[in-house]
C-alpha cells in the first residue's frame, strides 16, 4: 500500500514531471547506494513512468524488480570503528520509493500553489504509521511557505531538509494544496 497523495491528479503530474526532468538535466537526482548498476541505470526513467502514470507503490515495485537492489551494503561497525556488511532490509524499496516519489510529489504541490497564488501548503499524514515520531506528529496540520519548502526540497535532494518535511524515511507525512 502506498501514499495517499490527495493532490496527486493531472495538475501535479506534469509539475512532478518538470521537477525530475530539472534534477535530470542538473545532474542532482538522487540515486541511492542500495540501487545496482542495473537499478540506478534505469531509476530515472522508472521514476518518470511512476510521476506521469503510476504511484509510489508501482514504482516500489519496480525496484524491488531482480537485479536492481544490491543484495547487501556497507554500514558503520556497532564498535564504531570500521565497517560492517549487512543485507539491504527487504523494506528497502518501499522506503526509497516512498520517500523520492514524495518529494516530487511534495515540489509539484508547493509549484502548483505558487501558480495558485496560495503561499502556503498544509502538512498531512499520507500514510498510517504504527508508532509515528514526536517531530511527525507535531508537524501535522501545520501551514508551511510554499516556495520555502519547494527551495528546500531543491537544495537538498535525497537528504533531510532544514525545513525537516518530510521528517526522515517512512515518516508517513506529505504536504496538500490548502
Not at 17 to 22: A, G, T, Y
Not at 49 to 77: C, F, M, S, V
Not at 94 to 103: L, Q
Amino acid at each position: 500500500m502506498g501514499l495517499n497523495l490527495v493532490n496527486l491528479d493531472t495538475q501535479t503530474r506534469p509539475l512532478m514531471l518538470e521537477e525530475i526532468d530539472r534534477d535530470v538535466k542538473a545532474q542532482k537526482l538522487y540515486i541511492s547506494a542500495r540501487l545496482s548498476a542495473t537499478g540506478a541505470r534505469d531509476y530515472s526513467d522508472l521514476l518518470i513512468a511512476a510521476a506521469r502514470d503510476h504511484d509510489d507503490a508501482w514504482l516500489a515495485a519496480e525496484i524491488r524488480k531482480p537485479g536492481r537492489l544490491n543484495p547487501t551494503e556497507q554500514r558503520k561497525a556497532r564498535s564504531g570503528f570500521g565497517v560492517t556488511i549487512a543485507k539491504v532490509p527487504i523494506t528497502a524499496a518501499d522506503t526509497m520509493a516512498e520517500g523520492e516519489f514524495n518529494r516530487f510529489y511534495i515540489r509539484g504541490v508547493c509549484r502548483r500553489a505558487i501558480a495558485d497564488g496560495q503561499s502556503t501548503v498544509t502538512i498531512y499524514r499520507a500514510k498510517s504509521v504504527m508508532n509515528p515520531r514526536l517531530e511527525s506528529v507535531q508537524l501535522e496540520g501545520q501551514s508551511i511557505n510554499a516556495q520555502a519548502l519547494l527551495d528546500d526540497l531543491r537544495i537538498h535532494t535525497g537528504i533531510d531538509t532544514v525545513l525537516g518535511l518530510p521528517p526522515g524515511p517512512n515518516s508517513g507525512l506529505s504536504a496538500r494544496l490548502i
